[in-house]
Structures are given as structure tokens and as C-alpha cells.
């Protein structure tokens, strides 16, 4: 079920963002597409607890197009397994992407991106890896002058990949125009996370 609500988000949210956009003008919002973040997590995947942690990056490559690359590493908190057999599960990933952004209204962007992803999981000495790509779907607004939220919809796949679609929102608390406190929420078909980190606009 949520799979199936999740996808009609997704679709949905295409239609209605297009829409929206078709009908703005052209005009710049204040938000930021150049920066650095890192963040720590705490989740849960396929019912099992982990903490970890990320580093982000973003880049504009022209007024509407932009490049993001990030990392993410990990562990079980507990150890998984049975007797003697037991071990943390270790993950690690990263995506690099080209992204594209729209002004529809003066404080809030359309935003999409497609990306390239890898995963690696280690487990008692053993390790598998994974291929795949990644869609991005989703707006980012100033609410407040000191305040921008950002909600996407995210759909994975790939011949190493297993099909997942979840859903990240984000807000960002300015303390100055360059430097933000970020916390998010991360919600798929097998896993959920909390993170905060910090967020710098270097442009």
C-alpha cells in the first residue's frame, strides 16, 4: 500500500509542479543551490536499528542546473546473527547527480534531479555492492526569511537495486544567511531516519 500511494505522490506531484511552473514568471528565489552539509543519522532498516552519518555537496552549474554528489556510512547498533555468527552490518554509499530547478512562485522551486547510486553492506568479512540510479522529485520554499523546507519524492531502482520509493523532507533553520542547523526525515519501503547536521551556502 504505501508503495502504491508513494508512486500516485510522485506522478501527482510531477503534474501539479509543471503546472504551477508553466504559469510563474521567470524570476530568481533565494535559495541556495551551492553547499556543503553533513549530518548525523539514526534509523531504522528492515527492522533494525543503525546510526550514521553524511556529507553533501551541491553546485551550480548555470541559473537553473545544477550538480550534487553525497556520502553516507554506517552500522547496526546491535549485532546481527545467530551464536557465534554474529557481527554489525556495515553500509556505505554515495550518488552523484545533475539537477534541475524552477522558480514557481517568488519564495519556492520545483526541483528534480537524476543520479547515479552505489551501495556497499559488509558482513561478517563479506561484502556486497549494488548499482543503481535515482529520481528526485519535489519543491524547496522560504517559508520565513530564516526558515526553508523542502519535501521530495524519491524513487530508486537498477539491476543491483531493488525498486523503492520514499519520501525526505527536510527544514533548515538560518542563524545567519550562510550557515544553517538541518534537520530531516527520511521515510521508504524498508527503512526510516531522523538526521541534523549543519548546512553552509559558500555563494
Not at 546510526?51 to 556510512?73: E, I, N, P, Q, R
Not at 547527480?97 to 517568488?106: A, E, F, N, T
Not at 563479506?126 to 519535501?151: C, H, I, K, P, T
Request: proline fraction near 1%.
Amino acid at each position: 500500500m504505501k508503495f502504491t500511494i508513494c508512486k500516485s505522490a510522485l506522478f501527482c506531484g510531477t503534474v501539479a509542479a509543471f503546472a504551477l511552473a508553466s504559469q510563474a514568471q521567470a524570476q530568481n528565489t533565494q535559495i541556495s543551490y551551492d553547499y556543503l552539509q553533513a549530518s548525523a543519522t539514526q534509523g531504522e532498516i528492515l527492522d533494525t536499528d543503525f546510526t550514521g552519518y553524511s556529507a553533501a555537496a551541491s553546485f551550480s552549474l548555470s541559473d537553473s542546473v545544477f550538480m550534487s554528489a553525497s556520502y553516507t556510512d554506517g552500522e547496526t547498533d546491535d549485532t546481527v546473527g545467530f551464536g557465534f555468527s554474529r557481527s554489525k552490518v556495515k553500509a556505505n554509499g554515495f550518488n552523484v547527480g545533475l539537477g534541475y530547478h524552477m522558480p514557481i512562485s517568488s519564495t519556492t522551486d520545483f526541483v528534480t534531479r537524476l543520479s547515479y547510486v552505489r551501495t556497499e553492506a559488509e558482513y561478517l568479512g563479506f561484502s556486497d555492492d549494488a548499482n543503481g540510479y535515482g529520481v528526485d522529485l519535489g519543491v524547496r520554499s522560504m517559508v520565513l526569511s530564516n526558515l526553508e523546507l523542502e519535501a521530495l519524492a524519491v524513487y530508486t531502482d537498477g539491476n543491483d537495486v531493488d525498486s523503492e520509493v520514499g519520501l525526505n523532507i527536510n527544514a533548515k533553520f538560518f542563524i545567519t544567511p550562510a550557515f544553517a542547523l538541518i534537520v530531516g526525515y527520511t521515510d521508504g519501503d524498508d527503512t526510516s531516519s531522523v538526521s541534523a547536521g549543519l548546512w553552509f551556502n559558500f555563494k
